[in-house]
């Protein structure tokens, strides 16, 4: 008796062993699972677009977690190092992309790493349709997932991850986690502004002149002083002419800035001309700075595909498809006219400079908000934030006659542009004078 229960007892505590050795063992699995799983950051948000999507962090994965504005896009990026594993998780919100149908894509991506489509297909998330293809590399890298929703008004969203070394599986997880983690809301301030700026190309510039050229004066004044002391001034002249019994748009404008000490620091000069809806423009520009001189041109053609060529940059030539809300900067005047005129409270539009940058920017109209610089003259008030990383904003007040009476900009300093004439400007800056009487299209407005 005594040994059978010796027996059952050693029975016994090597099951109750085998049961810890079982469980010790699946705790370090789900240790290691916990440690080598795909964790996702919380929704990153593009601001007033109405898109956000998650991205891989943590485990292995590092990212930044907010939208870069570059080269006429917005990028959001995350990096897997981890052992010998390593990916790049890739996500792209182009302003003026090139329409491509996504299946060229996907083969234009095949063709750059000498690959080929293994496997495609849809994935839904959010009621959006994201098309995917993985490509494989026949060379070292085991390749990419790439994926491609359309939205609405011409804009897109791309999503690359690319397994550089290591599992293959990764890349592809990682791909299907962000897909799925797409949201849009479509809050139709991007549709608002493509109609406004459709109404303006419908009108004509030349509905806005009438029988006068538009010239707009303005000092550059630096609020941190009492009194605020000038450091420099812009002015923009938009005229209009006809060519071959057709109306058509000449613009010139000329922007001097100095430092808080008085010293030059840029000089741009820039000559416009397009058709009356400016469906097809040259726009050249050239700026001065302390260390460099470069010279911009800027061509958009009938078929909304612009091309813009810098002397400093390479590759020179960069090509942009524009979409419908993309209005040059030239014409801001214009653009709060339509909006006021429409009765529009928010729109979004695409900014374009005259060195070819494309601003995505949120235009509001501000009422009963206490304001300093406010006058009795200024019948409204709109708020602009430029949209590129670069924390600019702006307020523009204008008279009963929709004439911009003066800007409030800011960013880590607020400048007053301040409404003025030409002789003001010439007395403020005699130094001056030769460039103001050498452009063409300025000394005939004189």
Same mark, same amino acid.
């Given at each position: 008796?005594?040994?059978?229960?010796?027996?059952?007892?050693?029975?016994?505590?090597?099951?109750?062993?085998?049961?810890?050795?079982?469980?010790?063992?699946?705790?370090?699995?789900?240790?290691?699972?916990?440690?080598?799983?795909?964790?996702?950051?919380?929704?990153?948000?593009?601001?007033?677009?109405?898109?956000?999507?998650?991205?891989?962090?943590?485990?292995?994965?590092?990212?930044?977690?907010?939208?870069?504005?570059?080269?006429?896009?917005?990028?959001?990026?995350?990096?897997?190092?981890?052992?010998?594993?390593?990916?790049?998780?890739?996500?792209? !919100?182009?302003?003026?992309?090139?329409?491509?149908?996504?299946?060229?894509?996907?083969?234009?991506?095949?063709?750059?790493?000498?690959?080929?489509?293994?496997?495609?297909?849809?994935?839904?998330?959010?009621?959006?349709?994201?098309?995917?293809?993985?490509?494989?590399?026949?060379?070292?890298?085991?390749?990419?997932?790439?994926?491609?929703?359309?939205?609405?008004?011409?804009?897109?969203?791309?999503?690359?991850?690319?397994?550089?070394?290591?599992?293959?599986?990764?890349?592809?997880?990682?791909?299907?986690?962000?897909?799925?983690?797409?949201?849009?809301?479509?809050?139709?301030?991007?549709?608002?502004?493509?109609?406004?700026?459709?109404?303006?190309?419908?009108?004509?510039?030349?509905?806005?002149?009438?029988?006068?050229?538009?010239?707009?004066?303005?000092?550059?004044?630096?609020?941190?002083?009492?009194?605020?002391?000038?450091?420099?001034?812009?002015?923009?002249?938009?005229?209009?002419?006809?060519?071959?019994?057709?109306?058509?748009?000449q613009a010139a404008?000329?922007?001097?800035?100095?430092?808080?000490?008085?010293?030059?620091?840029?000089?741009?000069?820039?000559?416009?001309?397009?058709?009356?809806?400016?469906?097809?423009?040259?726009?050249?520009?050239?700026?001065?700075?302390?260390?460099?001189?470069?010279?911009?041109?800027?061509?958009?053609?009938?078929?909304?595909?612009?091309?813009?060529?810098?002397?400093?940059?390479?590759?020179?030539?960069?090509? !942009?498809?524009?979409?419908?809300?993309?209005?040059?900067?030239?014409?801001?005047?214009?653009?709060?006219?339509?909006?006021?005129?429409?009765?529009?409270?928010?729109?979004?539009?695409?900014?374009?400079?005259?060195?070819?940058?494309?601003?995505?920017?949120?235009?509001?109209?501000?009422?009963?908000?206490?304001?300093?610089?406010?006058?009795?003259?200024?019948? !409204?008030?709109?708020?602009?934030?430029?949209?590129?990383?670069?924390?600019?904003?702006?307020?523009? !007040?204008?008279?009963?006659?929709?004439?911009?009476?003066?800007?409030?900009v800011r960013q880590?300093?607020t400048y007053l542009?301040?409404?003025?004439?030409?002789?003001?400007?010439?007395?403020?800056?005699?130094?001056?004078?030769?460039?103001?009487?050498?452009?063409?299209?300025?000394?005939?407005?004189?």
């Open positions: 008796m005594t040994e059978t229960y010796k027996i059952k007892r050693l029975v016994g505590d090597k099951m109750v062993l085998l049961g810890l050795f079982i469980a010790s063992l699946l705790i370090a699995y789900l240790i290691i699972a916990s440690k080598s799983a795909l964790v996702l950051s919380e929704p990153i948000k593009l601001a007033h677009t109405g898109l956000s999507l998650s991205m891989p962090n943590g485990n292995g994965w590092e990212s930044e977690r907010q939208w870069e504005y570059h080269d006429n896009a917005f990028t959001l990026s995350s990096v897997f190092v981890s052992g010998s594993s390593r990916a790049l998780a890739h996500c792209s !919100y182009p302003l003026a992309a090139d329409k491509l149908p996504t299946e060229k894509w996907f083969d234009e991506k095949a063709d750059e790493i000498a690959g080929a489509i293994v496997e495609k297909g849809r994935i839904q998330a959010d009621g959006l349709s994201i098309d995917w293809a993985h490509i494989g590399d026949s060379r070292v890298r085991p390749g990419i997932s790439l994926g491609a929703v359309r939205l609405p008004n011409g804009r897109q969203l791309e999503i690359e991850v690319h397994q550089i070394a290591g599992d293959g599986g990764l890349a592809e997880q990682a791909f299907e986690r962000i897909a799925k983690s797409v949201k849009f809301k479509d809050n139709r301030l991007l549709e608002a502004g493509s109609r406004i700026v459709g109404q303006i190309k419908t009108r004509g510039i030349d509905s806005f002149l009438g029988s006068r050229d538009q010239q707009d004066y303005f000092i550059i004044r630096d609020l941190r002083r009492s009194p605020a002391r000038p450091l420099g001034f812009m002015i923009d002249v938009l005229a209009g002419s006809e060519t071959n019994g057709k109306p058509d748009v404008s000329l922007f001097y800035m100095q430092d808080i000490r008085g010293r030059h620091v840029q000089e741009q000069v820039t000559f416009f001309q397009s058709d009356n809806s400016f469906d097809n423009f040259v726009w050249k520009g050239h700026i001065h700075t302390v260390n460099e001189v470069s010279s911009t041109e800027v061509i958009l053609d009938e078929a909304g595909v612009m091309t813009v060529t810098k002397s400093n940059v390479l590759p020179k030539d960069r090509i !942009y498809q524009l979409g419908s809300a993309a209005i040059p900067d030239i014409f801001i005047r214009q653009l709060f006219s339509q909006m006021l005129d429409s009765g529009s409270k928010e729109i979004m539009v695409d900014i374009i400079a005259s060195d070819g940058k494309i601003t995505p920017t949120f235009v509001s109209r501000l009422q009963d908000e206490a304001d300093a610089v406010k006058g009795p003259e200024d019948a !409204y008030v709109l708020g602009l934030e430029f949209l590129n990383g670069r924390g600019f904003s702006e307020r523009v !007040y204008l008279d009963d006659q929709k004439q911009i009476s003066k800007r409030l880590n300093v542009l301040e409404g003025a004439t030409l002789e003001e400007i010439k007395k403020q800056f005699p130094e001056q004078e030769k460039s103001i009487l050498g452009n063409k299209i300025l000394k005939q407005n004189q």
